[in-house]
């Protein structure tokens, strides 16, 4: 989202948090262990960090721009954010519509984003001009407050996952599909369980699931925590869920 306007905080703060004092600690070692190959482990350890917070405060805009993008977003849909946080995503998706509205759902946990808040996103959405496209729900994915077939596109990015046990995180699926219109398109960005998602869309009897890596930018420290996509597709003669 280029020129974006609002804060949008770090995802998992603890996680930057603890690399860099892991890099301070083998740094410690170096110095006054005088045990040299440490030196290497602290600069190592360091640069994930910082690729870490770049994904965060930059990667993550970037990548969604170009997912948005690839969209068929006219205007005038009706838009749900599955963990909307901050609003990264949701007010991005807002900016592209005219008569439509950008619905953003979440428990705001601060565990999960830093500063996470549902003032600090109505604030988000005032600053970048889209408050009057913007609504923010109090909610849990795997129970949504929202009726059957009510939305045009349902996104999801690097929620569901929060999670804990895997049935949990198939009932959100299955709340996001019932919640979807006939036609309407499911995306969601994650960093783990994207198997369990896609698995669970073909037996929903989801369309066109697809499921792809999204590349460097969203490397959450390194390539062993990629962010993939996973998008769907309901049929048109599909009721609800």
């Known amino acids: 989202m280029s020129g974006k306007r609002g804060e ?3 995802d998992a703060p603890y996680a930057p948090i603890g690399m860099l004092v892991g890099a301070l600690f083998a740094l410690s070692g170096a110095v006054f262990g005088q045990q ?3 030196y290497a482990v602290a600069a190592l350890v360091a640069l ?7 994904t965060t405060r930059r990667g993550k805009f970037l990548v969604w721009d170009e997912v948005l993008d690839g969209l068929p977003i006219g205007g005038a849909e009706r838009v749900l954010d599955l963990g909307c946080g901050r609003g990264a995503v949701l007010l991005n998706v807002a ?3 005219t008569t439509g509205r950008a619905v953003g759902v979440d428990l705001w946990r601060s565990v999960d984003q830093s500063g996470n808040a549902v003032r600090t996103t109505a604030r988000n959405a005032v600053l970048e001009g889209v ?3 913007v609504e923010l729900h109090t909610g849990d994915l795997r129970e949504l407050p929202f009726e059957d077939a009510g939305f045009d596109l349902v996104l999801s990015s690097l929620a569901i996952h929060n999670i804990k046990d895997a049935g949990g995180r198939a009932r959100a699926v299955e ?6 219109r006939p036609g309407g398109r499911l995306v969601i960005a994650d960093i783990s369980a994207t198997g369990l998602y896609r698995r669970r869309l073909t037996e ?20 062993w925590m990629p962010t993939r996509l996973v998008t769907a597709t309901k049929p048109v003669s599909s009721g609800p869920a």
């Open 48 to 54: 994930f960090a910082v690729l870490y917070l770049h």
């Open 95 to 97: 900016r592209r519509l």
């Open 8 to 10: 949008y905080g770090v």
């Open 131 to 133: 408050e009057d496209r």
């Open 36 to 38: 040299v190959w440490l």
């Open 204 to 223: 929903l009897g989801m369309a066109e699931v697809r499921d792809r890596g999204l590349g460097w930018r969203m490397w959450w420290g390194g390539p």
């Open 175 to 180: 709340e996001a599909v019932r919640v979807l």
